[in-house]
């Protein structure tokens, strides 16, 4: 049972640089989100997927920031142009959905972040 | 207003004894989630454990409880028997609406950072 990977871990880039993030969430979850976390600060949304579609999307991806899940799957975040403010660490989390009309858990299981420094 | 909020930066316990670690919330929402998660220096967000609004029980998970008190909307963990390997940051997390209907993210807190000592 393989949890959520991340790929690469550790990325150093120079400022304008566009860099781009890899997610495999578990197999049978069909929810994927991405969070960004800076240095001594809790995770924050960032992006959800639920299947291929991406349903919600926060003010902080700016439009420099895309993300993608084409086939339900994998998902991929580029940042284009980056700036020095885009350093941080990106975390991908998945869960299983649950059907409407229902409480559940929801519990997302996260992948180990992918940490940026920008240059 | 801070959606959680957890007021320990840092927190001290000796190995073999217990710990609380404090988390207040905030939601109009009568259906949430509330999470804790453990964050090792490696950096993966590790599931500790889960209590839903609707939960009449207080979660349990092995070492972990989670004190529920809702109508202070506080949500604390308590780690029983302290170990080495529990020393970590800290998470608690909300999601608001009902897993089935709302999307799901979660908001996170600051953080406490725990250290255990021998």
């Known amino acids: 049972d393989t949890g959520v990977s991340q790929d690469p871990r550790h990325k150093i880039t120079k400022r304008g640089q566009n860099v781009t993030f890899r997610c495999d969430p578990i197999?049978?979850?069909?929810?994927l989100y991405w969070y960004r976390q800076t240095l001594g600060q809790g995770p924050e949304f960032l992006t959800y997927?639920?299947?291929?579609?991406?349903?919600?999307k926060s003010r902080l991806l700016s439009d420099r920031f895309s993300a993608e899940r084409p086939k339900g799957s994998f998902s991929t975040l580029e940042i284009q142009r980056t700036e020095q403010g885009d350093s941080a660490m990106y975390l991908c989390a998945s869960s299983a959905g649950a059907w409407r009309g229902t409480i559940a858990k929801n519990i997302q299981y996260f992948g180990a972040g992918t940490r940026l420094s920008v240059l | 207003a801070q959606k959680i909020t957890q007021t320990q930066p840092g927190m001290f316990v000796q190995e073999k004894e217990a710990v609380t670690l404090d988390c207040t919330y905030d939601?109009?929402?009568?259906?949430?989630?509330l999470f804790w998660y453990k964050q090792p220096s490696s950096g993966e967000m590790i599931f500790l454990i889960y209590?839903?609004?609707?939960?009449?029980q207080n979660a349990t998970e092995g070492r972990y409880s989670l004190n529920f008190q809702k109508a202070r909307k506080s949500a604390n963990l308590v780690i029983s028997a302290s170990q080495l390997g529990d020393s970590a940051m800290y998470f608690c997390a909300m999601r608001e609406g009902s897993g089935g209907t709302s999307y799901g993210k979660l908001t996170f807190g600051q953080g406490t950072i725990l250290t255990v000592h021998p």
């Open positions: 939601t109009s929402d009568p259906s949430y989630g």
């Open positions: 197999s049978e979850h069909n929810r």
């Open positions: 209590q839903g609004s609707y939960d009449q």
């Open positions: 997927f639920q299947n291929e579609a991406q349903l919600e």
